[in-house]
């Protein structure tokens, strides 16, 4: 009797985009895997469910190690810790943390090195208000940040001189496109 015992394949790779329940993988600089959460993760999600903080356990950004399966496919076996992430209020969740009184935090994105936020001058206005909210939460996370104001043709009033002027005062990059 001859039994032929395939050589388990790990890789560590990072998410690079996740649909539904398939989480893309990117293991070298030419291939991306589709990979699905090891059933564990689920049990352990449903097992702390009420005790949860955070809704998910993967998110764009994160290194995990992979069991390849084919070329093509593959299956997340672990997470590795997090540098840092963004994250907001996840939507009130019906039965989440009620006794508490409090909501989910939504991871987006992990790992991250640096932010470009984009914001416009015209169409829609500029928020600055909504650009300093982004910048605390990444300066948060000690995330290096440069900020590109676009649509200037837009910008009768030359108001981007001006903010690209107020936030170089504060240190940061910021680009005029």
Sequence with gaps: ?????????????????IESKDYYVQVN???ILRCSL????????????DKLLT?????????VQVKKISDEVGVIESVHSR??????????????LKRRGGRLEQIIASNIDMLYIVTSIKSPEFNNRFLDRVIVAAESCHIDISIIINKLDLDVEN????????????????FRN
């Design 83 to 96: 540098v840092n992430y963004l994250s907001r209020k996840a939507g009130k969740l019906r039965g989440s």
């Design 38 to 49: 090891r059933g564990k993760f689920k049990k352990e999600l449903a097992h702390k469910k």
């Design 29 to 31: 600089e030419n291939q």
């Design 1 to 17: 009797m001859l039994f032929c015992y395939l050589e388990e394949t790990y890789i560590k790779g990072r998410i690079v985009k």
């Design 159 to 174: 108001r981007s001189e001006e903010w690209e002027q107020f936030y170089k005062s504060l240190g940061y990059n910021v």
């Design 55 to 63: 809704l998910d356990v993967a998110v764009i950004g994160d290194w």
